[in-house]
């Protein structure tokens, strides 16, 4: 089968296309065909090795995690799915190896897609979904609660303004262009194109910020903060994981860093809203395997609004 692995840290140049044997499972294993795979930019953040001291130094690595497919095997354990079943999922994030045409997986990573879905919308749905829920709990707001939204365009950003929206949040969204844009769809309580104001220079408060565009750190966005506020971010440093460490020791302006691993239930309450069409995500642009340093210069380059996701 076809796979795109990595022998080095650098970048896209480091990618390439081998082929290797079809995995074999375990007992309480499913073969999946698949047939999405959604980038986020956590996949070029571990090829650059920003995250070594997580990923470590063995090679070959593999790249992606978010996944669609079919079920092609089952293993002999009891589970609930059988061959032919469609289904959605998430490998670890820090080891996923989904631009594949086969991956053995667990139950508990994968949960039935809804019929009304497709693979490619699947894919791209899922850790936007999973890391916007997280924040949002976290943060815990209550119904007209004000949430900035910093980086909103992009997938987790789309998924934290549709979810805060039907939460009954207050949401300012900041972006630009097209992107800003399109998310008016979801009716932002207010929007701030960064490229015409600094939003540290407005004078709005907020219960809670969101950061997923990695250009509003914690000493900028306090003043932003309501007393008893919550800044969450997504994009972890060591340094900023020790300094939220301190800093939520002696201020009652919490720092959190949020690293998403979907679960049984979130999985579900995903699915339900996909069924239910009351989330949605646009795709940019679909490649097959064979065009990964495209796809992937195409993602990076964030020009495009939406997921980029590969087709099998």
Known sequence: MKKIVYNQYGNFDQLQLVAVDIPKIQEDELLI????????????????????????????????????????????????????????????AMKGEALAEYLAVKSETIYPKPNNVSFETAAAVLTGTTTAKLLLDKSKMKIGDSVLIN???????????????????????????????????????????????????????????????????????????????????????????????????VSSKKHIIIQAKPNQAILKETSELLAQNKIEIPIAKTFGIQEYKEAYQFAKNGRAVGKVVFLL
Request: aromatic share 10%.
């Open 151 to 249: 980086g909103a365009s992009g997938g987790v950003g789309m998924m934290a303004l549709e979810l805060a929206t039907l939460k009954g949040f207050k949401a300012t969204v900041v972006a630009s262009g097209e992107g800003l844009n399109y998310i008016q769809k979801w009716n932002p309580a207010h929007s701030i194109d960064y490229k015409k104001e600094n939003v540290v220079n407005l004078p709005l408060k907020y219960n809670a910020i969101l950061e997923l565009a990695g250009n509003l750190p914690y000493s900028k966005a306090k003043s932003l903060l309501a007393p008893n506020g919550i800044y969450l971010s997504t994009l972890p440093t060591p340094i900023d994981m020790l300094k939220s460490f301190f800093n939520n020791l």
């Open 33 to 92: 065909s698949v047939k999405a795979v959604a980038i986020n930019p956590l996949d070029w953040k571990k090829l650059e090795g920003q995250l070594k001291i997580i990923t470590g130094k063995k090679f070959p690595k593999g790249i992606a995690f978010d996944f669609s497919g079919v079920v092609e095997k089952v293993g002999n354990s009891e589970n609930n799915y059988k061959v032919g079943d469609e289904v959605f999922g998430t490998l670890d």
